[in-house]
């Protein structure tokens, strides 16, 4: 119901709007404060690059923060990388993770990208905090912050957003009404759009999910989607409509289709039921952090990367390698 009201729909959005508008008027005075300095931001010794999004639900952020990531790292850069930690409830902040660091503690999303870059990650509800936890354990040369474009506590020396490049800002709205957390004037004022899937307007980056072979999640095996029986696929991302589209454009046969919350804290009996011995559970690699620990046999993970064009990608990375060796 709320993606229909986002979408333009339906006129129930009518109903939201005066909580819109309160939504609106306070983002506007928080960002106001800090532009006045009535709030103290914090600036790191180190470059800091946020990779955000202006509305809510899934728009391929935390791939495009692990293709920066490892395309720093491939440069000789030491990055690291902080996360507010969304669904992750952490006896202590900030948390530095490591490689016992459980989902339910710092969130998945952080996990994820800790497991598949290997870069120092950090997650705190107050940024500022995560950075300098990184930054007392190893030198860095950069910081990127995976969300945080309306967490102006934090300074930033470079701001990337990814928009939806099919729903782009549905009706426009702010929250609850709508799915914005600023409204589209915002990118005028940040060094970088990309669009994730869609057709990319004047000024913007595509880019596009890119699918791996499926890895099962016990043993690690690989194999082409579309050679796994009878699969029951999986999501609780902000938008599984695009895994689900994803897995029919690599021919996978699909005999149902179940769509989680994002964030979603799974347990083994809920999804060991959703499938037979004969069939294969296959799911998204954000929700295959959460399961390995009760993972079967018969569990499977679509691993998918961002990919760029390789001239726009260049010209990106080079203006962030431009802050780095100042």
């Known amino acids: 119901m709320i993606e229909r ?39 790191a010794p180190v470059p800091v690059v946020v990779v955000g999004n202006l509305t809510a639900g899934g728009n391929g952020k935390t791939p495009m923060v692990i293709w920066l990531v490892e395309h720093l790292q491939q440069r000789g850069y030491r990055v690291g990388v902080v996360s507010r930690g969304y669904g992750g409830k952490s006896a202590v902040y900030p948390l530095v993770l490591n490689q016992n660091t459980s ?35 190893q030198p860095l040369d950069a910081i990127i912050t995976d969300d945080g474009l309306q967490h102006y506590a934090l300074q930033r020396d ?45 000024g913007e980056i595509a880019m596009r999910l890119q699918a791996r072979d499926a890895v099962n999640l016990l043993s690690g ?68 952090v959460k399961c390995r620990a009760f993972a079967q046999p018969n569990w499977w993970y679509l691993p998918v990367d961002a990919v760029l064009p390789s001239a726009q990608a260049e010209q990106l990375l080079q203006d962030i390698e431009s802050l780095l060796t100042k």
């Open 5 to 43: 009201i986002w979408s333009g729909g339906s006129l129930l959005y009518l109903a939201l709007l005066p909580f819109s508008w309160l939504y609106g008027l306070l983002s506007w005075l928080i960002r106001l404060s800090y532009r006045c300095g009535l709030r103290k931001s914090w600036r």
């Open 103 to 137: 989902t339910r503690e710092a969130g998945d999303e952080p996990v994820l990208i800790y497991q598949r870059t290997g870069a120092p990650v950090a997650i705190a509800p107050k940024r500022a905090e995560a950075v300098q936890a990184l930054l007392q354990q």
């Open 158 to 202: 470079f701001e990337l957003v990814v928009i939806d490049g099919v729903r782009r800002f549905g009706n426009g709205w702010w929250l609850p009404a709508g799915p914005m957390r600023e409204r589209a004037a915002r990118l005028g004022s940040v060094d970088a759009c990309v669009a994730n899937g869609g057709v990319a307007q004047a």
């Open 221 to 288: 095996e690989r194999r082409a989607a579309a050679e796994l029986p009878r699969v029951v696929a999986m999501a609780g991302i902000g938008h599984p409509p695009r895994f689900f589209a994803t897995l029919e454009k690599l021919n996978v046969e699909v005999v149902q289709e179940v769509a989680f919350a994002d964030h979603q804290e799974y347990q083994q009996p809920q999804l060991t039921g959703l499938v037979t011995a004969e069939q294969t559970l296959l799911m998204t690699e954000k929700d295959a």
